[in-house]
């Protein structure tokens, strides 16, 4: 599903967020947004979930004008947001429940997902009797699950350790290939952008304006970035990190 804004703005009262945002996300692309804390990225994502609604401008989706949530628009969170009364196949099975599919399907269908994202043999448990990383997976399945046409991912792997985000990283990019939908990913993790995105959009500090665009392109991926090190030279430098060479080096995986 294409997303369209433009002159997008964004204000609180007398506090502007975000100034005049245009960009065409085209269907089944990957955009990361990344940019300094409190600019109004996850504002940006939070108006495509149809959970906010911008102060002027349009914003359309597959063509229609985005004014309230919908299930062909998924959002996860950086918090898991299981229900801790359900279990992991109750919680997953939940979003097909919700477009009134029988209970015995949704769950069938709930556990073919759960063995996608490797929770086979943990389907019965809650989620307090899993680790962090295992509730993100079932988060993960509940968001594919419905098949979206867009999935809006806000920090989705921020509250994770470093090989547990990085693991995480490598399930979420096999289901976008495998499903494709339209990704709007927020992150603070420069190296999380490149990895996953097709484009990255650095921001500004408040209200945010977009400094650069950069294409990356379908070039396949892994953890290791090296092919990426000027553009990932050039991001951190956008948002203020010192990347010079005699300075000490930004640990992969660092956030900003």
Not at 88 to 101: M, P, S
Request: glycine residues 6%; charged residues 20%.
């Amino acid at each position: 599903m294409k997303l369209q804004f433009s002159q997008v703005t964004k204000s609180f009262g007398d506090l502007s967020v975000i100034k005049q945002f245009d960009t065409t996300i085209e269907t089944g692309e990957i955009v990361a947004l990344v940019g300094p804390s409190g600019c109004g990225k996850s504002t940006l994502l939070h108006m495509v979930a149809g959970l906010q609604s911008a102060s002027s401008g349009t914003l359309t989706a597959g063509g229609k004008s985005v004014s309230k949530p919908s299930p062909e628009r998924t959002l996860v969170f950086q918090e898991h947001a299981l229900y801790p009364w359900m279990t992991l196949i109750e919680n997953v099975a939940l979003a097909l429940e919700f477009q009134n599919q029988p209970k015995q399907a949704a769950r069938a269908e709930a556990r073919k997902w759960l063995d996608r994202v490797k929770l086979t043999g943990f389907e019965e448990y809650y989620p307090h009797q899993v680790s962090g990383g295992m509730r993100q997976r079932c988060a993960l399945a509940r968001a594919f699950i419905a098949r979206p046409q867009v999935l809006l991912l806000d920090e989705p792997f921020g509250a994770l350790d470093a090989l547990t985000r990085m693991t995480l990283q490598s399930v979420l990019k096999d289901l976008i290939e495998e499903e494709r939908p339209t990704v709007v990913l927020v992150t603070h993790d420069v190296d999380e952008a490149l990895y996953l995105a097709d484009r990255v959009l650095v921001f500004s500090n408040r209200p945010a304006v977009v400094l650069k665009e950069l294409t990356l392109g379908h070039i396949p991926k892994t953890h290791d970035l090296s092919a990426f090190a000027d553009i990932r030279r050039d991001v951190l430098n956008l948002l203020g990190i010192d990347t010079d060479t005699t300075s000490t080096p930004v640990e992969q995986g660092e956030t900003v």
